[in-house]
């Protein structure tokens, strides 16, 4: 798949064109920032967008963007299974019905678990340089405790919400799960949440080998909750926004028109596997 | 986890140290650096014997990162180049790239690591190391830390945050 490039428009309250691309050599425009003392932050929202969409857009910018950025998809339209860097599809999953319902499998950049996703999921990711946030060390944990201050506000007085171990609980009931990439210069921390799900597709996983203490060997059904059942999508979305903006000064951008640009010099390493690579996989039971 | 990242920059500012106590919270107080390696600002370490420079991530970065589960080498054959990522490491949810502090070839790789990822958190220095170089440039090493300089860099740093 060609790698996307964009045409990114703020908006009309900004009065202001600007093109952002990777390596390809179009034109750039470097932007007036407004120093009121918080760093800027790019704000990006989709809705639909597909899940190997986005995962491309990120890989990207945390490769290739010196910026900050927030992503915000609301649902993906296809039902997919997404994969941690080291997954191994014969442990995580139902190799046979995956492929009986030709479920996508992905196998994406970032690290952590498994998660199958779809319309009821809704993606928030932050990407930051490692100067953004002051006294924060570019470590998992640290990261970790931060997104989980931020969550904070958005679930003040709703739930019992708290980051356990890794994972968005209310009470010990998961409903959103992380993972991130840390580079030289930069981190990614990109949360899946479960707003609704379908019982039918937790089908499609099995139980990991490698669980956090407080699930207790529980099934996905016990272990899980929705977000529906605490919060509406818009008051969820409006409110992680405001969240962001406490410490960033958000920058909104409408994606306008994407391009395929077959030649450029960044590749992402996140792709679907093949029905090969899955049978391969079952036969050696990995 | 702050807490143990506040207490390791307390006791390193105190140049104290204490026992791990796994059923704490508190983890070792107390990273080692060892005399004799060269040190880059991203905590990777390399030991230079003769033609070939051996690399791994110090005890300083393997605390702070966690349990690693996973650790992505690239082929021998391969090149490195200083400052560059050559693979990664997974631990908790994260990946996190590992950089090379010199330039060469890389000539040989720690392919127990695929089985035994956790090697890199008991023994970063010897068992856990990643890769081994023929180094290009030589002089790339001169630019490193030493022991005593990379001591205060992780202690400055743990400081600062």
């Given at each position: 798949?060609?790698?996307?490039?964009?045409?990114?428009?703020l908006?009309?309250?900004?009065?202001?064109?600007?093109?952002?691309?990777?390596s390809?050599?179009?034109?750039?425009?470097?932007?007036?920032?407004?120093n009121?003392?918080?760093?800027?932050?790019?704000?990006?929202?989709?809705?639909?967008?597909?899940?190997?969409?986005?995962?491309?857009?990120?890989?990207?910018?945390?490769?290739t963007?010196s910026?900050?950025?927030?992503?915000?998809?609301?649902?993906?339209?296809?039902?997919?299974?997404?994969?941690?860097?080291?997954?191994?599809?014969?442990?995580?999953?139902?190799?046979?019905?995956?492929?009986?319902?030709?479920?996508?499998?992905?196998?994406?950049?970032?690290?952590?678990?498994?998660?199958?996703?779809?319309?009821?999921?809704?993606?928030?990711?932050?990407?930051?340089?490692?100067?953004?946030?002051?006294?924060?060390?570019?470590?998992?944990?640290?990261?970790?405790?931060?997104?989980s201050?931020?969550?904070?506000?958005?679930?003040?007085?709703?739930?019992?919400?708290?980051?356990?171990?890794?994972?968005?609980?209310?009470?010990?009931?998961?409903?959103g799960?992380?993972?991130?990439?840390?580079?030289?210069?930069?981190?990614?921390?990109?949360?899946?949440?479960?707003?609704?799900?379908?019982?039918?597709?937790?089908?499609?996983?099995?139980?990991?080998?490698?669980?956090?203490?407080?699930?207790?060997?529980?099934?996905h059904?016990?272990?899980?909750?929705?977000?529906?059942?605490?919060?509406?999508?818009?008051?969820?979305?409006?409110?992680?926004?405001?969240?962001?903006?406490?410490?960033?000064?958000?920058?909104?951008?409408?994606?306008?028109?994407?391009?395929?640009c077959?030649?450029?010099?960044?590749?992402?390493?996140?792709?679907?596997?093949?029905?090969?690579?899955?049978?391969?996989?079952?036969?050696?039971?990995? | 986890?702050?807490?143990?990242?506040?207490?390791?920059?307390?006791?390193?500012?105190l140049?104290?140290?204490?026992?791990?106590?796994?059923?704490?919270?508190?983890?070792?107080?107390?990273?080692?650096?060892?005399?004799?390696?060269?040190?880059?600002?991203?905590?990777e370490?390399?030991?230079?014997?003769?033609?070939?420079?051996t690399?791994?991530?110090?005890?300083?970065?393997?605390?702070?990162?966690?349990?690693?589960?996973?650790?992505?080498?690239?082929?021998?054959?391969?090149?490195?180049?200083?400052?560059?990522?050559?693979?990664?490491?997974?631990?908790?949810?994260?990946?996190s790239?590992?950089?090379?502090?010199?330039?060469?070839?890389?000539?040989?790789?720690?392919?127990?690591?695929?089985e035994?990822?956790?090697?890199?958190?008991?023994?970063?220095?010897?068992?856990?190391?990643?890769?081994?170089?023929?180094?290009?440039?030589?002089?790339?090493?001169?630019?490193?830390?030493?022991?005593?300089?990379?001591?205060?860099?992780?202690?400055?740093?743990?400081?600062?945050?």
């Amino acid at each position: 798949m060609g790698i996307l490039c964009c045409v990114c428009f703020l908006q009309e309250e900004e009065k202001e064109t600007r093109t952002w691309n990777s390596s390809s050599g179009s034109k750039m425009l470097i932007p007036q920032t407004r120093n009121i003392g918080l760093p800027i932050m790019n704000l990006m929202r989709f809705k639909g967008l597909p899940i190997l969409q986005q995962l491309h857009i990120e890989e990207q910018l945390l490769r290739t963007s010196s910026e900050n950025w927030c992503i915000i998809n609301d649902g993906t339209n296809d039902p997919t299974i997404v994969m941690g860097v080291s997954g191994k599809p014969a442990e995580l999953l139902e190799i046979e019905s995956v492929l009986r319902d030709q479920v996508p499998v992905i196998r994406r950049f970032t690290g952590g678990g498994t998660v199958i996703v779809d319309p009821g999921t809704i993606f928030v990711t932050y990407i930051c340089n490692k100067e953004a946030i002051p006294d924060l060390q570019p470590y998992p944990r640290p990261i970790m405790s931060w997104s989980s201050s931020l969550y904070s506000k958005v679930f003040q007085g709703i739930g019992d919400f708290h980051l356990r171990e890794n994972d968005y609980v209310f009470g010990n009931h998961k409903f959103g799960g992380n993972a991130q990439s840390i580079t030289k210069t930069k981190w990614i921390h990109h949360t899946s949440f479960l707003w609704d799900f379908d019982v039918r597709n937790m089908a499609y996983l099995k139980l990991p080998k490698r669980a956090p203490a407080y699930r207790s060997a529980r099934g996905h059904l016990d272990f899980i909750c929705r977000l529906k059942d605490y919060m509406s999508r818009s008051t969820f979305i409006d409110k992680t926004v405001e969240a962001a903006g406490t410490q960033f000064l958000l920058r909104s951008f409408e994606l306008e028109t994407i391009e395929n640009c077959s030649e450029t010099e960044f590749r992402p390493s996140t792709r679907f596997l093949t029905n090969e690579e899955l049978e391969a996989a079952a036969v050696a039971g990995q | 986890m702050a807490l143990r990242i506040w207490a390791s920059s307390t006791a390193n500012a105190l140049k104290l140290s204490c026992a791990s106590k796994p059923h704490l919270s508190l983890s070792r107080c107390f990273s080692t650096v060892l005399d004799g390696l060269k040190y880059a600002e991203s905590h990777e370490w390399v030991k230079h014997e003769g033609s070939v420079a051996t690399i791994g991530i110090t005890d300083h970065a393997q605390d702070h990162l966690g349990e690693v589960v996973f650790v992505e080498l690239p082929e021998p054959g391969g090149s490195v180049s200083k400052g560059k990522g050559f693979g990664a490491v997974e631990s908790v949810k994260a990946t996190s790239d590992v950089n090379s502090p010199i330039s060469g070839e890389i000539i040989e790789v720690n392919t127990k690591l695929s089985e035994a990822p956790g090697l890199i958190n008991k023994s970063p220095y010897e068992d856990g190391w990643m890769i081994k170089v023929k180094p290009s440039s030589p002089t790339e090493l001169e630019s490193l830390m030493g022991s005593k300089e990379y001591t205060k860099f992780c202690e400055e740093e743990d400081a600062s945050h």
